[in-house]
């Protein structure tokens, strides 16, 4: 795999604003992201707005310091294409930060209750409690549209090697629960910037870096997701204009992203 060129980026970005779910009663895919807190979840989501309008958008999601950085309502994103009141096809929905400690953090069974669609907009995560069906943020009767059709699971390179077994838990816990509802699942590494000073220096060192690749090779092992579906990416953090080798990793996360929510609904049975 190779970073791109300016002509390759152009070409993505088409695809990326022509993108339409085949399925005409889908609207838009949905993609759930989750991963410990302070993992880069937030700034992916802002990453991927700025790099889709060209131009940073500032930080509406992410949060300056990482003990706030704590997601507590479920809310879906969009992002405006061109005109306002035009959207891309696809909508990510953020969740409250997998917590290290075992009853920190998001209740396993929300992540379920999200990706078949039961969470409506609004909904306040408490941490090791779940929606109940009472509430009324359950949705008892979710439409594809409600439904999630891509998992992607966050995690920041500097702190792979420092995973807690119950942190690792939860997530394999997630994984396998997606797999159940046969749910495409892929895995970004934040922070690479962060885990190699020749990325730091350089993003273009990310496929040379041995450094990032052991640490992807440890992740995939430790979660079981295979390496070709990992995805490493440097957010945009402090950055103020946008750059092609930062656009071009969150481009191959985003592309894989929207080709396994399409392959997801086209194979669906109804
Ligand atoms: N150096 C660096 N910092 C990042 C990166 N991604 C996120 N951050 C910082 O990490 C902190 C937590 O990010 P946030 O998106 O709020 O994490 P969340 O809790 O998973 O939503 C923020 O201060 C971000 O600016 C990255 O790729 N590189
Ligand atoms: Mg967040």
């Known amino acids: ?13 088409q695809y990326m604003r022509d993108y339409k779910p085949h399925r005409e009663d889908v609207q838009h895919l949905r993609v ?18 700025s790099v889709l309008r ?3 958008t500032g930080r509406p999601l992410a949060e300056a310091n990482a003990s ?20 891309y096809h696809f909508v990510f929905n953020d969740t409250m930060g997998v917590e290290m400690e075992e009853d920190g953090g998001v209740h396993p ?5 999200a990706m078949k669609g039961h969470m409506r907009d609004g909904y306040r995560f408490k941490p090791g409690s779940k929606l109940s069906e009472d509430n009324q943020f359950y949705n008892a009767e979710p439409t594809l549209n409600d439904k999630v059709q891509v998992l992607v699971c966050v995690v ?18 997630i994984r396998e629960m997606a797999s159940e509802l046969e749910i495409p699942q892929l895995a970004i ?13 350089d993003l273009k060192n990310v496929y040379l870096s041995k450094k ?29 204009n946008i750059k092609d080798d930062v656009d071009s990793l969150i481009l191959s996360a985003l592309r894989q992203i929207i080709d396994f929510g399409e392959e997801f609904i086209n194979d669906m049975e109804t």
């Open 1 to 13: 795999m190779r970073l791109f060129t300016a002509v390759h980026k152009d070409t993505e970005l």
């Open 109 to 113: 069974e929300d992540i379920i209750l």
């Open 156 to 173: 920041p390179a500097d702190k792979i090697p420092l995973l807690t077994d119950g942190c690792v838990k939860k997530i394999k816990d």
């Open 68 to 87: 706030e950085s704590f997601t507590k309502k479920y809310k879906t994103y969009k992002i405006q294409k061109g005109q306002p009141g035009n959207f």
């Open 54 to 56: 060209g131009k940073i």
């Open 212 to 240: 990032l690749k052991e640490t992807m090779e440890q992740f995939s092992q430790l979660v079981g997701i295979p390496m070709s579906y990992i995805f490493p990416v440097k957010n945009y953090d402090e950055e103020i």
């Open 189 to 201: 590494i934040t922070k690479i910037d962060l885990a190699c000073p020749q990325i730091q220096k």
């Open 32 to 49: 759930l992201v989750h991963g410990p807190v302070g993992a880069g979840k937030s700034s992916f989501i802002n990453s991927v707005n």
